[in-house]
């Protein structure tokens, strides 16, 4: 399975903000020839209605630690936001989150490559 870069907290982090925008591999961009290895060339995904969520799990692992929704931040340009709850990062280790869209009709949609999450222990 494909990672982004892996993104490195500590226990008891609630931030970075992470901003996120999803694009439909499968459809070009205006003015853009679809090229399916580079997103550049990929068209937005409309988030007018719908939901985000970063599901998280510890890497080998099957077990959703935690559920966020996310924040349409620009519904029209695919764009999205995390801040995690205080209760997200509560031990160190890899993780991995995934990305899972749900339309306003129900339909269900999830981003193929994981976000990587590498946390350390805090000093208190």
């Known amino acids: 399975m494909a990672y982004s870069?892996?993104?490195k907290l500590v226990v008891g982090d609630t931030l970075?903000?992470?901003?996120?925008?999803?694009?439909?591999s499968n459809t070009a961009a205006s003015g853009q020839t679809l090229d399916p290895e580079n997103s550049d060339t990929w068209a937005v995904v409309n988030l007018t209605g719908d939901t985000?969520?970063?599901?998280?799990?510890?890497v080998g692992k099957t077990t959703v630690l935690s559920t966020?929704?996310?924040?349409?931040?620009n519904a029209s340009a695919g764009e999205c936001s995390i801040i995690f709850p205080t209760d997200t990062w509560t031990a160190a280790g890899t993780f991995e989150g995934e990305l899972e869209m749900t339309t306003?009709?129900?339909?269900?949609?999830?981003?193929q490559d994981f976000?990587?999450?590498?946390?350390?222990?805090d000093f208190d």
């Open 16 to 24: 970075p903000e992470l901003q996120f925008t999803l694009k439909d």
């Open 68 to 73: 966020i929704t996310a924040t349409v931040t």
């Open 5 to 7: 870069d892996t993104i």
């Open 104 to 111: 306003s009709a129900g339909k269900i949609q999830t981003v």
């Open 52 to 58: 985000v969520k970063l599901r998280i799990r510890e």
């Open 115 to 121: 976000v990587k999450f590498k946390v350390r222990d």
